[in-house]
T-cell receptor, first 110, second 114 residues
Framework: EDQVTQSPEALRLQEGESSSLNCSYTVSGLRGLFWYRQDPGKGPEFLFTLYSAGEEKEKERLKATLTKKESFLHITAPKPEDSATYLCAVQAAGGFKTIFGAGTRLFVKA | EAQVTQNPRYLITVTGKKLTVTCSQN?????MSWYRQDPGLGLRQIYYSMNVEVTDKGDVPEGYKVSRKEKRNFPLILESPSPNQTSLYFC?????????????FGPGTRLTVT
């Protein structure tokens, strides 16, 4: 069964304290792995799509990487405005469903 | 402005009273989808549609119906709502089926069934 697990559930950082969020996945062939950001009371906002192991993508203080079993979202020198829930999702080859993890709530304190 | 809209944003109803949550996108997207979001469970896909008149079940379709008669609209129908359908619902769309397409989400509909 296709599955996505994110850790930790919550992460509290000081401003400037770099860290990483983990997304472990089990799928029968990966078509794409996605990262989204979700602010309270809003819909998820797309960040990245990764397709194959070894791929990396960057956007401002965020960098997403992918291996055959997991993805990491690295946050460099975070700011309070980076506080949000970060969601990981996968689409398996041969299908059109999107499977999400439960998310990691990130709190960045000034 | 390119967007996905949902109505209503908030709804409180009683068990068994049929309701429809509307979803509309103005980006000419082929693929549309409904999700529910519950604490600790994340987003779970209810139904998706790859084009007009083409729909398929996601992971949690029980108790829901959808239709796709027009490209821009994808309503979610609860024929006989029950309290376990109390949740936050999101509609989403993307240009096509491929994973390389960015998915756009609506603002959400918070449904409470008493």
């Amino acid at each position: 069964e296709d599955q996505v697990t994110q850790s930790p559930e919550a992460l509290r950082l000081q401003e400037g304290e770099s860290s990483s969020l983990n997304c472990s996945y089990t799928v029968s062939g990966l078509r794409g792995l996605f990262w989204y950001r979700q602010d309270p009371g809003k819909g998820p906002e797309f960040l990245f799509t990764l397709y194959s192991a070894g791929e990396e993508k960057e956007k401002e203080r965020l960098k997403a990487t992918l291996t055959k079993k997991e993805s990491f979202l690295h946050i460099t020198a975070p700011k309070p405005e980076d506080s949000a829930t970060y969601l990981c999702a996968v689409q398996a080859a041969g299908g059109f469903k999107t499977i999400f993890g439960a998310g990691t709530r990130l709190f960045v304190k000034a | 402005e390119a967007q996905v809209t949902q109505n209503p944003r908030y709804l409180i109803t009683v068990t068994g009273k049929k309701l429809t949550v509307t979803c509309s996108q103005n980006m000419n997207h082929e693929y549309m989808s409904w999700y529910r979001q519950d604490p600790g469970l994340g987003l779970r896909q209810i139904y998706y549609s790859m084009n007009v008149e083409v729909t398929d079940k996601g992971d949690v379709p029980e108790g829901y119906k959808v239709s796709r008669k027009e490209k821009r609209n994808f309503p979610l129908i609860l024929e006989s709502p029950s309290p376990n359908q109390t949740s936050l619902y999101f509609c989403a769309s993307r240009p096509g089926q491929g994973a390389y397409y960015e998915q756009y989400f609506g603002p959400g509909t918070r449904l409470t069934v008493t």
